[in-house]
T-cell receptor
Framework: GISVTQMEGPVTLSEEAFLTINCTYT??????LFWYVQYPGEGLQLLLK?????DKGSNKGFEATYRKETTSFHLEKGSVQVSDSAVYFC????????????FGTGTRLQVTL | KAGVTQTPRYLIKTRGQQVTLSCSPI?????VSWYQQTPGQGLQFLFE???????NKGNFPGRFSGRQFSNSRSEMNVSTLELGDSALYLC????????????FGQGTRLTVV
């Protein structure tokens, strides 16, 4: 079936530390891949996306590369800030499912001073 | 350009009642999807509408229904509310139906007592 697996949280980092949140997926065809972020009490905000193999999505210092050979889309940031504290969701749209998003369970990131 | 607007932001209902939630998509967007977010089940797809037609449906009972109007605004209805329906309901709009990113509203927090 179609699924997205994210690393369990919470992830606690000190400010300026390097961040990696792992995401792997199971899908058919060539899915589009996304990272969304949710701040407390808010909806989801699109952070970045990649629509084909080897594409790199980037935004606000965050990056993720679409790796078809390992079915992965890991999120990275070189230096996190306290303001990055939020829940991060990896998601995909599978080929032929229009705009239906399948989400991972989310990873909570807590950044401390 | 205004974002996705969901009303109301918060609702408290009693078991057995019904509720209607509203979503106004980004201007020019014709696809609207609904998701339910709970701590136990995460983000789950409810249904998707494009040009007033339901194009995709998730695994929810028939008590959950929706519709889309000619101006792309959408409503979802839940009848005979159960305690387990307490959740954050998120609406997302997309410009096209296929392979395009979704933009989310802030959600409606429904509490069933």
């Amino acid at each position: 079936g179609i699924s997205v697996t994210q690393m369990e949280g919470p992830v606690t980092l000190s400010e300026e530390a390097f961040l990696t949140i792992n995401c792997t997926y199971t899908a058919t065809g060539y899915p589009s891949l996304f990272w969304y972020v949710q701040y407390p009490g808010e909806g989801l905000q699109l952070l970045l996306k990649a629509t084909k193999a080897d594409d790199k999505g980037s935004n606000k210092g965050f990056e993720a590369t679409y790796r078809k050979e390992t079915t992965s889309f890991h999120l990275e940031k070189g230096s996190v800030q306290v303001s990055d504290s939020a829940v991060y969701f990896c998601a995909l749209i599978n080929t032929g499912t229009a705009s239906k998003l399948t989400f991972g369970t989310g990873t909570r990131l807590q950044v401390t001073l | 350009k205004a974002g996705v607007t969901q009303t109301p932001r918060y609702l408290i209902k009693t078991r057995g009642q019904q509720v209607t939630l509203s979503c106004s998509p980004i201007s020019g967007h014709r696809s609207v999807s609904w998701y339910q977010q709970t701590p136990g089940q995460g983000l789950q797809f409810l249904f998707e509408y494009f040009s007033e037609t339901q194009r995709n449906k998730g695994n929810f009972p028939g008590r959950f229904s929706g519709r889309q109007f000619s101006n792309s605004r959408s409503e979802m209805n839940v009848s005979t509310l159960e305690l387990g329906d307490s959740a954050l309901y998120l609406c997302a709009s997309s410009e096209r139906q296929v392979n395009t990113e979704a933009f989310f509203g802030q959600g409606t927090r429904l509490t069933v007592v």
